[in-house]
């Protein structure tokens, strides 16, 4: 991004692999929207045009898969900002799992959907986010506490929240790279 570009999204650079660049000057929220969407946005590329066989590849000694990974990343935008954050109850399909005799539900069924419905349940989730986190920024901030407390009563904060998922996204973008370039050698970033 040129120094002398706005930080309005609709004129915001999008690379090569439809990644949107975050500005280099905003405040707090701006800047973390943008990161967590630009390792949004990584995922979508490091899965994009893989069928089944592809999505639950893996490799070397791991049971990792990127069906898994996608299933997971949409669990988990799901549980940050919308049970954690606002306290909601599971929504479908994550209501009906029994998650304290199937903790890796999401990773374990990850070659049950279709690549289509993986994508659609993950963009699904991540609209979602996108609209709690709106609500979250305009009723406290980024100091806005999540409803779900941790065991010793502490709450994260929605910047927290932001940090977090920011780094669930990169650790699992480096995860997605390797798995990727052993299916068909597509490697970047």
């Known amino acids: 991004m040129d120094l002398d570009e706005t930080d309005d999204p609709a004129t915001m650079n999008v690379d090569e692999h439809g990644r949107p660049e975050p500005p280099l000057v905003g405040d707090d929220a701006t800047m973390l929207l943008a990161f967590l969407d630009y390792h949004r946005a990584t995922f979508a590329w490091k899965v994009r045009g893989l069928g089944s066989e592809g999505l639950n590849a893996t490799t070397g000694a791991s049971t990792m898969t990127l069906a898994g990974m996608i299933k997971h990343l949409a669990l988990v935008e799901d549980w940050w900002f919308s049970r954690s954050l606002f306290g909601n109850d599971y929504s479908p399909p994550w209501d009906v799992v029994d998650w304290t005799s199937d903790p890796d539900w999401e990773w374990r069924t990850g070659a049950e959907l279709s690549p289509e419905a993986l994508m659609d349940l993950w963009r699904r989730s991540v609209e979602h986010s996108r609209h709690l986190v709106a ?55």
């Open 135 to 189: 609500d979250a920024l305009a009723d406290g901030g980024l100091d806005c506490l999540a409803v779900r407390t941790w065991p010793d009563g502490r709450a994260p904060s929605l910047r927290w929240i932001m940090l977090h998922m920011i780094e669930e996204y990169a650790r699992h973008n480096g995860h997605a790279d390797l798995l990727r370039e052993s299916v068909d050698g597509e490697t970047g970033e």
